[in-house]
């Protein structure tokens, strides 16, 4: 059939412009608007792609498919609050990724000319926009492949090899069957999209993902750095006079993606003269089981960003297995210029390290975490004298939300890198969060002092709205910029000083939904049979009370795992938030005149050494059933109305819900996974294998009760789904089990859709798909 479309006051919602970013310069001087463009045709989505290793490009541009992007840019003088024009900016604008300068003068970005990817710069005094001269970038791989040089003059990035040919052909005969072998280590991959599966797929990989660093100015002077490699990252010391660079090495894997391949690290000058090898990997194919395993070896190398040229890194004392028992699981490692002689071993890790934040030789920051107790360590250390320094400033469960103290700020320093916001003591620093509480989210920004790890209050959202933090300066006085938005107003943001009391509105959002002003919502409250305190938001389609009543509903959901019945009762979302669309919500149908229950409480819990998907089925439908008694006591809904949806793991609740309870009139399940058998070595929160737990695999497949499935059930899957398990065979297996056991059911693919959809026409065709199902059904 050809794409359709809903009824009109649907189209108008997809329509609207969506909404604004910023970005503050390193400096504090000016503020960036980016104004990304509406949903882009199915004729884009249908230029060619590339799929290997686990990634997906476009092999005209060399630049990643499906890539988002801006079209509109203005700058805003933080100090007079006006508005500039950009000039120069090439036409169409369609700007992918940008970079500040260390100084803050400059933004680097790149533009996607359909042929090729540029590096332009914008320079901020002026205002103006110029492209540096044959500056083409190879973007195949994953994140930013440019980088400023501290001096804010010149300019890193992946460019072409000279003699580049043309791609490979495939060959037009078979040379042999493919092999692959193993010998008796276990390797318990979880089941990954888009791998390398042939010698061609190797020969495209080397072909494409092949780049020189090249060293370029403003005026297109270059200069190679490195030669042809497929460079996994790069980066620049603080000091600009050293270059750490990863690159992947053969053999490659065709059981995981690029980020798990053979690689070797090495360091070398600015201008790249070899100084010192660090590793050499082979392929992680054999990570043991469990979320805190990890790979054995030199892992996540970072440059110290407050001094000149200091490498840290991380090894595993486990063998990087979770399952070994261990009184430390990692050891943190430095090495500092000139990197001759041995590392130096600087602190053991109770649990598996998560990241650093600097700031001076006596203070930075350790996060360190544990997936099977939730348990989550914040420390300062001295990175300097690490024997004289070890204070824990935060121990607590991560799944804890009301104990949450927030994430340390960060700022960008003059040398590019990034470094603790202090308040220019050196002593104060400042943590912001999302302020969980049983009122509802309320983000914050607190002082923290060091060492004595004493926090006061700086800021806090209060009043019948929802604000958050997005930057924070100290620079002249302490200011903030935030976000702020209600049920009726949507976001825009704000220049505030939050000990003055005074503001200034930075953007003029207007209400960008008319119809749906009126809207009712109302974060409702209710316990599940075993007490369980359960959450979600309510949004009814009327501004009359005496006319929300009796309604259909669609419910709306996805599901999470706990730990402790404690976490699962917390309260972590906000009634004062302005209810903008994605192509993803339920919303739309509230234009339709149905009752919307979106995201309410599903917990699925375990404590102690119960596992959580072992009552899955019987925790789910409880949830659920609590859920409809709670709308239909309230008179909202009509029990016989109600239909029940969700987006990936969503549908995968979807699907059992209606295989194990009758409690729905129709269900809707998008790009899920239906038969956990296809994914043996887990998925989602589950840890198991298949073999492992094949009961609860086989229980918690509603593949395996599609007999049960009585229910209308719609089925949509994007054709070129890339997430880790959700593979579109998926809906055509469950689809093909439905029909077969006489089942009433719909499958809709979506041509060139990944994981989340993208076009205007699959999105208008998802939702005409929606909208026709709860008509007939509801």
Not at 23 to 48: E, N, T
Not at 340 to 350: F, M, N, R, S, V
Not at 516 to 542: F, H, Q, S, V, W
Not at 692 to 715: N, V
Request: hydrophobic share 35%; charged share 20%; aromatic share 12%.
């Amino acid at each position: 059939m050809n794409y359709q479309i809903p009824s009109e006051s649907i189209v108008k919602l997809v329509d609207v412009t969506p909404p604004p970013f910023i970005s503050l310069s390193p400096d504090d001087q000016w503020l960036l608007i980016l104004q990304p463009p509406g949903y882009p045709s199915i004729a884009d989505l249908a230029k060619p792609e590339l799929r290997l290793a686990g990634i997906r490009f476009d092999p005209t541009t060399y630049g990643k498919s499906k890539a988002s992007y801006f079209t509109g840019l203005l700058r805003i003088n933080l100090e007079t609050l006006t508005g500039h024009p950009v000039t120069g900016l090439p036409e169409p604008l369609h700007l992918e990724r940008f970079q500040w300068s260390p100084d803050g003068r400059y933004l680097a970005f790149t533009q996607n000319t359909g042929t090729s990817i540029e590096l332009w710069f914008i320079d901020l005094t002026s205002g103006t926009a110029s492209r540096i001269p044959g500056a083409l970038l190879n973007d195949t791989m994953p994140g930013t492949r440019f980088q400023w040089l501290p001096d804010s003059k010149s300019i890193l990035y992946c460019g072409f090899p000279d003699e580049r040919g043309h791609p490979p052909s495939a060959p037009p005969v078979p040379l042999g069957p493919l092999v692959q072998e193993t010998e008796g280590k276990a390797a318990p991959v979880r089941t990954y999209q888009d791998l390398l599966r042939s010698p061609y797929d190797e020969a495209l990989f080397d072909f494409y993902c092949t780049s020189l660093l090249v060293r370029t100015n403003l005026q297109g002077k270059k200069e190679t750095i490195l030669p042809p490699a497929i460079y996994l990252s790069f980066s620049l010391s603080p000091d600009g006079q050293y270059l750490l660079a990863e690159k992947i090495v053969k053999p490659y894997s065709y059981l995981v993606p690029l980020d798990r391949f053979a690689c070797e690290a090495d360091i070398y000058t600015a201008g790249g003269k070899h100084v010192r090898h660090l590793s050499s990997l082979p392929p992680a194919e054999d990570i043991p089981k469990g979320f805190s395993s990890v790979r054995t070896g030199p892992r996540g190398y970072e440059w110290r960003a407050d001094v000149p040229a200091e490498l840290w890194w991380v090894e595993a004392l486990d063998d990087g297995d979770a399952n070994r028992e261990a009184p430390f699981r990692d050891r943190l490692f430095s090495l500092a210029a000139p990197f001759k002689g041995e590392p130096i071993a600087k602190y053991d890790l109770e649990l598996r390290f998560d990241g650093m934040e600097w700031f001076s030789e006596d203070i930075a920051i350790v996060e360190q975490s544990w997936w099977d107790t939730r348990r989550k360590i914040t420390a300062r250390i001295a990175p300097s004298h690490p024997a004289d320094s070890w204070q824990v400033l935060f121990d607590r469960s991560f799944e804890d939300a009301y104990s949450d103290p927030g994430n340390f700020i960060v700022r960008p320093a003059r040398n590019g890198k990034y470094v603790l916001q202090d308040d220019g003591t050196g002593t104060v620093f400042f943590l912001s969060g999302l302020g969980a509480s049983p009122e509802g989210n309320r983000p914050f920004i607190d002082r923290i002092h060091l060492p004595t790890g004493k926090k006061t209050r700086l800021w806090q959202c209060t009043g019948k709205k929802y604000e958050v933090p997005y930057y924070l300066s100290v620079k002249n006085k302490l200011k903030m910029i935030i976000r702020r938005e209600s049920p009726s107003d949507p976001p825009n943001f704000f220049l505030i000083d939050p000990e003055l009391g005074s503001e200034h509105p930075v953007t003029h959002v207007e209400h960008p939904y008319p119809g749906l002003k009126n809207i009712r919502k109302e974060m409702i409250r209710y316990k599940r049979a075993d007490g369980i305190d359960l959450t979600g938001m309510l949004y009814l389609p009327y501004e009359e009370e005496e006319k929300n009543a009796g309604l259909p509903v669609l419910i709306w959901a996805y599901p999470q795992e706990y730990k402790t019945a404690t976490a699962a009762g917390q309260v972590k979302d906000s009634s004062f938030r302005f209810p903008w669309i994605s192509w993803a919500s339920p919303l739309f149908f509230l234009m339709k005149g149905y009752a919307i229950l979106d995201n309410p409480s599903l917990p699925i819990i375990g404590e102690g050494d119960a596992e959580p998907n072992d009552t899955y089925v019987e925790q789910l439908v409880a949830g659920a059933q609590a859920a409809i008694d709670k709308l239909v006591s309230m008179g909202v809904a009509d029990p016989e109305k109600i239909a029940v949806g969700g987006h990936s793991y969503g549908a995968f609740m979807a699907a059992n819900l209606l295989a194990h309870s009758r409690l729905f009139a129709a269900g809707i399940a998008r790009s899920g996974a239906y038969n956990r058998t296809l994914t043996p070595f887990g998925f989602q929160s589950e840890e198991r294998t298949l073999w492992d737990a094949p009961e609860t695999y086989i229980k918690m497949s509603p593949f395996m009760h599609a007999h049960q499935i009585k229910t209308p059930l719609l089925l949509i899957h994007g054709e070129a789904d890339n997430n880790s398990g959700t593979f579109p065979m998926q809906s055509e297996r469950f689809y093909t089990a439905l029909k077969g056991n006489g089942g009433t059911a719909r499958l809709v693919l979506l041509p060139h859709e990944n994981h989340m959809y993208r076009a205007r026409e699959s999105i208008l065709h998802m939702l005409w798909e929606m909208e026709k199902w709860l008509e007939k059904y509801l």
